[in-house]
T-cell receptor
Framework: EAEVAQSPRYKITEKSQAVAFWCDPI?????LYWYRQILGQGPELLVQ????????DSQLPKDRFSAERLKGVDSTLKIQPAELGDSAMYLC???????????????FGPGTRLLVL | AQKITQTQPGMFVQEKEAVTLDCTYD???????LFWYKQPSSGEMIFLIY??????QNATEGRYSLNFQKARKSANLVISASQLGDSAMYFC?????????????FGRGTSLIVHP
């Protein structure tokens, strides 16, 4: 069964350092999402890609966060510099349609747990 | 205002019993979709069930069913015959509107513990 892959699964870093997360969506899925999930809360969308283009990044803290999906397949989310408040689970998801409607199911990866010291 | 409200931070149920997890939503759109996800301690969000706003029948997927009450704007998840492996966080989510770059919204989740 096809899955969304993410790496690393766990990351510990010190504040002010740079950190990067990688996501490989299900093959053929046009839309890719990055979410941040703070402990005890639901996921919050950071950025949504349609193929290689950013469709929505209104919730992405652009002073320190960046995301790219250069070839419209896998994607990288970067934080520089990391802050203590960035400690969270970072989830990647994908869905098939390039223009998902309200029926479109997202399929999630296992996430990357980030701890900033 | 919260678009998705899950009022139960935690629920306990005995194995083999049924349990209902509450979800209310807020939208002015006529077309929307409601989803439930399960998140075990491993972290991955697992899709469970979907209900469209125009669906007249409640959705069912195996032991999962969705009690959809459109007028009350509620979409409660019912798990029948609970199993120990059902212990996890459960999230209700909504997608509003038609095709486009709208943002899927999640609730804060309910922690379900199934005990023997």
């Amino acid at each position: 069964e096809a899955e969304v892959a993410q790496s690393p699964r766990y990351k510990i870093t010190e504040k002010s350092q740079a950190v990067a997360f990688w996501c490989d969506p299900i093959s053929g899925h046009a839309t890719l999402y990055w979410y941040r999930q703070i402990l005890g809360q639901g996921p919050e969308l950071l950025v949504q890609f349609q193929d290689e283009s950013v469709v929505d990044d209104s919730q992405l803290p652009k002073d320190r966060f960046s995301a790219e999906r250069l070839k419209g397949v896998d994607s990288t989310l970067k934080i520089q510099p990391a802050e203590l408040g960035d400690s969270a689970m970072y989830l990647c998801a994908s869905s098939f349609s390039p223009e998902p409607d309200n029926q479109e199911t997202q399929y999630f990866g296992p996430g990357t747990r980030l701890l900033v010291l | 205002a919260q678009k998705i409200t899950q009022t139960q931070p935690g629920m306990f149920v005995q194995e083999k019993e049924a349990v209902t997890l509450d979800c209310t939503y807020d939208t002015s759109d006529q077309s929307y979709g409601l989803f439930w996800y399960k998140q075990p301690s491993s972290g991955e969000m697992i899709f469970l069930i979907y209900q469209g706003s125009y669906d007249e029948q409640n959705a069912t997927e195996g032991r999962y069913s969705l009690n959809f009450q459109k007028a009350r704007k509620s979409a409660n998840l019912v798990i029948s015959a609970s199993q120990l492996g059902d212990s996890a966080m459960y999230f209700c989510a909504m997608r509003e509107g038609g095709r486009g770059s709208y943002i899927p919204t999640f609730g804060r989740g309910t922690s379900l513990i199934v005990h023997p």
